[in-house]
């Protein structure tokens, strides 16, 4: 009868010579088990630390965008100008997510079923699924009074990879206030340039819509001809087209439309 105690099992396995096929098979599998629970360990280890990290940058940027914003820091330091606060928005509807935060939020976007999968004409910002919720940031007018700020995370196709940015609208939901590129892979030299504190720094001011409402924002070809518009990067066709898309979805009816209506509105 076979021996199946593991203890001499694991004895004769050792006893075998260096080169036999068998106890190379086991050696490169039991290698192999102890580097995957390695890898695993530290991703869960280190999963808490990134995540601090991400959001420890966020907020940097989320700073840096606020303070680019004329009269918006001594606007926070006044009693009056209020402070930024965190919501969970329901894009679909408009409105605040019940049941979610910002503690919660990445899991419940974890979840496929969280996703809304985009038709070609809705997706002109070539991302292909939209997430149905998005933590977004705003400012109130004293503890309860309208929203005079509101900044939006975005996200389009560019010409090498997606680009994140941080987008902030004033009071009407039609005039930005700034933005800032959070991530981007562009090309060195040419779309690249986005990231350039004065490329962005043209969006402050601009208009994004007509009082009828009617979509007007982009990127221009060159230099811009209208308060709608922007200094094209010469050269960079594809990313001026992409952040021209970008744009217009997310502040479209697909995007944060129903929420900037809520807003006009006053229902937020």
Do not use: H
């Amino acid at each position: 009868m076979a021996d199946l105690n593991p203890v001499s099992q694991w004895r004769r396995l050792m006893a075998a010579p260096n080169d036999s096929r068998g106890k190379t098979i086991a050696v490169a599998i039991l290698l192999a088990l102890a580097c995957a629970l390695m890898v695993s360990a530290a991703t869960v280890i280190l999963r808490p630390v990134q995540m601090a990290n991400r959001a420890a940058e966020q907020e940097a940027r989320l700073e840096a965008l606020v303070s680019a914003i004329p009269g918006m820091e001594a606007m926070l330091a006044s009693a009056e100008g209020g402070r930024l606060s965190t919501v969970v928005i329901d894009l679909e509807r408009g409105r605040a997510a019940p049941d979610l935060g910002p503690e919660t939020v990445n899991a419940a976007l974890n979840e496929a079923g969280n996703w809304t999968s985009l038709t070609p004409a809705q997706d002109i910002a070539g991302i292909g699924t939209r997430p149905d919720y998005a933590q977004i940031f705003l400012l109130r007018e004293g503890e309860s009074g309208p929203v005079s700020l509101v900044i939006l995370p975005v996200v389009g196709s560019g010409y090498n990879g997606a680009i994140e940015a941080m987008l902030a609208l004033r009071g009407d939901m039609r005039t930005i206030a700034g933005l800032a590129i959070t991530d981007q892979s562009e090309t060195p030299g040419l779309g690249a340039r986005i990231e350039e504190s004065a490329w962005q720094a043209q969006f402050t001011g601009r208009r994004t819509a007509d009082e009828a409402g009617n979509m007007r924002f982009a990127v221009a070809r060159g230099p811009a001809a209208s308060d709608y518009e922007v200094d094209g990067i010469t050269g960079a066709t594809r990313t001026n087209n992409a952040v021209t898309q970008m744009v217009r979805f997310w502040l479209g009816p697909d995007g944060y439309g129903p929420l900037l209506d809520a807003i006009r509105r006053g229902e937020f």
